[in-house]
Structures are given as structure tokens and as C-alpha cells.
């Protein structure tokens, strides 16, 4: 017999909620969610994907173990034995740094998957870890650590309320607005627009998103900063830094201006 669930999405930040339906344990619809008070029914590809990953017949469903180079189903006893047979030997003639880990978006979106790793990962004593982050969004931590002294302190813009938005090397009708947290941008640019508000994108590429843009400069590769200190230059000297509320958070504006 069929039932409904409703949950969240766990690919990615924008967390859309999903209408999923349920046959006898598989997966055989995946729907947006209309009621979903943030995502408002929108889903990406990946969300409406779900039906076909569960039955994809290449999913893992327990664990295998290469034997005389096939993998071979086995149990989860013998696949840790594996496991430790396999990495000893290469962290004592290497040390750990030899071993790497990669994690991907559903990692950091289910509790386990969440806790799981942390553990893992100190137990290994590595530093040779590599995520989906530092693929795509590596310079957001590192600049959140040095301006706010947190690099997973990200802050993410007010989409619904915003009247100009500046987007610097971001294609968010790609990414879905993925570390925004803001499933359907589509449909919240086109409410910026139609407000009245503009879209400005600084991207060496035409994107998808830069098509759509108010404005668009195409800054050549590597001169973003450039471009950012020169929208500081014109702050300073033209006196337009007004920091209001954030005054008592904010330092070294008197070292920008000199600089
Ligand atoms: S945008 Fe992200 S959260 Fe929404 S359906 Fe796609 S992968 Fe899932």
C-alpha cells in the first residue's frame, strides 16, 4: 500500500521540502512540496531524482569487498576487517596524512552522516580531507573565518527583502541557491525584479544567471579583487561608508582607507 511522507531534501543548503511516495519501503514518486513554508513546492532535478537513485540497481545496499580483484558482497565484519587491513599498513609506512577522505553534500545533511565522520576522521588523524566545500564554495569559509572569525559563520542574504543584489562569481539558477538557503532563486529573483529591485552579477562568464542580470561585468579571471578594492576606493573617498548598527563590529576601516 502507497503512503505520502513529507521531507527534507538532503542534497544540498536550499533543504526543499519534498512530497515523496512511499510503496512497500521504495520510493516511487518525488513531488516539491506546495505547503513547505520556504520552498513553496519547488524541487530541483536531484530532489526529483529520488525514485530513480532508489532503484537505481548500482546503489549500494550493504557493503562490498574487492577479492582477486572483484567486489564481492560481504559482511559488515569482514568489510571493517578490510578496511583495517587495508589503511594500517599505509598510514605506519606513511603516516596519516596518506589516507584522504572525501565527503559530499549528503554527509553533512543527515545526523548520522553528520556525527559519524567528525570521529572518523580525529581517529585517522589526517589532514588530508576533501569536500564538496573546498570544491565550490572554499573562499565563502575562508573569508567568513577572517571577517567574522567562523568560517562556517555564512552569511546569506535577504533574499525577499533586498532591493539591489550583488553577486560576485555565483550562478545560483545552477547551484539552486545552494548555500544561500534559498530553494527556487528563480522565482525570488524574478520577485526582486518585479518589485523594482535590480540584479547586478560580476562573472568572467555569461552564466545563466548573468543572462538575467540587470547588469553584468565581466571582470577578467583573477581580478575580482581589484574590482572589490576599487568599490572600496570609491566608499572611502567618496564618503559613503555609513555602517550604522555595526559600528561597534566592525574594524580596521581606517587601515582600508589607507590602504
Ligand atoms: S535545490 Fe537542493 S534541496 Fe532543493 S531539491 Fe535540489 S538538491 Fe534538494
Redesign the pocket.
Known sequence: MSRTALR?????????G?TLTLDEGRVTGAR?DRDDVF?KG???????AFPAVDADPDRLRGPLVRVDGELREASWEEAFDAVAAGIRPVVERHGPDAVGVVLGNPNVHTVAGALYPPVLIAGLGTRSLFTASTVDQMPKHVSSGLLFGDANAIPVPDLDRTDHLLLIGANPLES???LCTA?DFPGRLRALRARGGTLTVVDPRRTRTARLADRHIAVRPGTDALLLAAMASVLVEEHLVDLGDCAPHVQGIAELADA
Not at 527534507?8 to 526543499?16: G, K, M
Not at 519547488?42 to 526529483?48: E, L, R, T, Y
Open positions: 527534507i531534501c538532503p542534497l544540498c543548503e536550499a533543504t526543499c519534498l516539491g520552498s519547488f524541487i530541483c532535478p536531484k530532489g526529483a539552486n541557491g545552494s530553494p
